[in-house]
């Protein structure tokens, strides 16, 4: 079974950068893609970064795109978020997902992942 394990949370000003890991343990291909998301009450789960564990290559959507960095540590099975340039738009509770197989264009789509942490939360203050 899959287990992750995210830090690094915590509050910040804006302008800030935090970096969030993830420690993943289990069967490696059943981690072949990972993700980081995040969510706001009241809002659905959205996916800020993805990387293919295998070909490393990443994935983001426009609105975090030249911010926001995901990298991995295959040693170490952790997975980063390096966070640049936070706004209190960024505020939320971040998850980190994983799961075997993930098409380019649905990378960022949570139905896609099997697997998640316990989240861990930003908070971006003025």
């Known amino acids: 079974q899959v287990q992750l394990v995210e830090s690094g949370g915590g509050s910040v000003q804006a302008g800030g950068s935090l970096t969030l890991s993830c420690a993943a343990s289990?069967?490696?291909?059943?981690?072949?893609?990972m993700g980081w998301f995040r969510q706001v009450p009241g809002k659905e789960r959205e996916g800020v970064a993805a990387?293919?564990?295998?070909?490393?290559?990443?994935y983001y959507p426009d609105a975090v795109k030249g911010r926001f960095s995901i990298t991995q540590d295959i040693n170490a099975n952790t997975v980063y978020l390096q966070m640049n340039s936070l706004t209190p738009e960024d505020t939320a509770l971040y998850y980190c997902?994983?799961?075997?197989?993930?098409?380019?264009?649905?990378?960022?789509?949570?139905?896609?992942?099997?697997?998640w942490g316990q989240g861990t939360q930003v908070t971006v203050s003025s």
């Open positions: 997902a994983a799961t075997d197989f993930v098409s380019s264009s649905q990378a960022l789509r949570q139905i896609e992942y099997d697997y």
């Open positions: 990387i293919s564990t295998i070909a490393d290559r990443t």
């Open positions: 289990g069967p490696a291909y059943k981690r072949r893609y």
